[in-house]
């Protein structure tokens, strides 16, 4: 069956390292993949989308991995700021048909340590 | 720009009653998707409207669940009659028409079956 992982439900890191969160998928040749930001009561927020013939994408002090062969994304958030603290989820959309929306990985909760 | 915006923000309601959500996407939007997130589990795709079209609906759980976009507009979600595994957090999200464009999700409607 098709599944998307995310690494850990928690993750701690002290201020001022590198984030490192994980998706990995299986059984799904995904067109794109997306990574979102999800606050306690709110809705999941847009960050950064890769496409499957992409390797990196950044954006300020976020960057984004897409290995196809891997089946793996790393999203990485550097130099990090309790402010980044908040549940980070990291979804899909299929190539060549397939139900219209994203299909979301649970997620991972980052915690920033000041 | 104003975001999409979802109504109510909670609901509560005992088992076989219905219940309506309501949801406005951003102002020029043809793409809206409903989502849901049980407790524990990811979010998951409903169903997806391009203007007043349900162009997939592949997502929605039975029949009790009925979704409307009149005028291609605001979108409405009902369950009736609800059932205790309804619960959970129903978003809504909007986007542009191009290919790969983000989701601009709303805070989502809490819904507690009691």
Excluded at chain 1, 10 to 22: R, S
Excluded at chain 2, 71 to 91: C, I, M, N, R, W
Aim: proline letters at 5%; aromatic letters at 10%.
């Amino acid at each position: 069956s098709q599944k998307i992982e995310q690494n850990s439900e928690a993750l701690n890191i002290q201020e001022g390292k590198t984030a490192t969160l994980t998706c990995n998928y299986t059984n799904y040749s995904p067109a794109y993949l997306q990574w979102y930001r999800q606050d306690p009561g709110r809705g999941p927020v847009f960050l950064l989308l890769i496409r499957e013939n992409e390797k990196e994408k950044r954006k300020e002090r976020l960057k984004v991995t897409f290995d196809t062969t891997l089946k793996q994304s790393l999203f990485h958030i550097t130099a990090s700021q309790p402010a980044d603290s908040a549940t980070y989820l990291c979804a899909l959309r299929l190539s060549g048909g397939g139900a219209d929306g994203l299909t979301f990985g649970k997620g991972t909760h980052l915690i920033i340590q000041p | 720009e104003a975001g999409v915006t979802q109504f109510p923000s909670h609901s509560v309601i005992e088992k076989g009653q219905t219940v309506t959500l309501r949801c406005d996407p951003i102002s020029g939007h043809d793409n809206l998707y409903w989502y849901r997130r049980v407790m524990g589990k990811e979010i998951k795709f409903l169903l997806h409207f391009v203007k007043e079209s349900k162009q997939d609906e592949s997502g929605m759980p039975n029949n009790r669940f009925l979704a409307e976009r009149t005028g291609g507009t605001y979108s409405t979600l009902k369950v009736q009659p609800a059932e205790l595994e309804d619960s959970g957090v129903y978003f809504c999200a909007s986007s542009h028409r191009a290919p790969n464009s983000p989701l601009h999700f709303g805070n989502g409607t809490r819904l507690t079956v009691t």
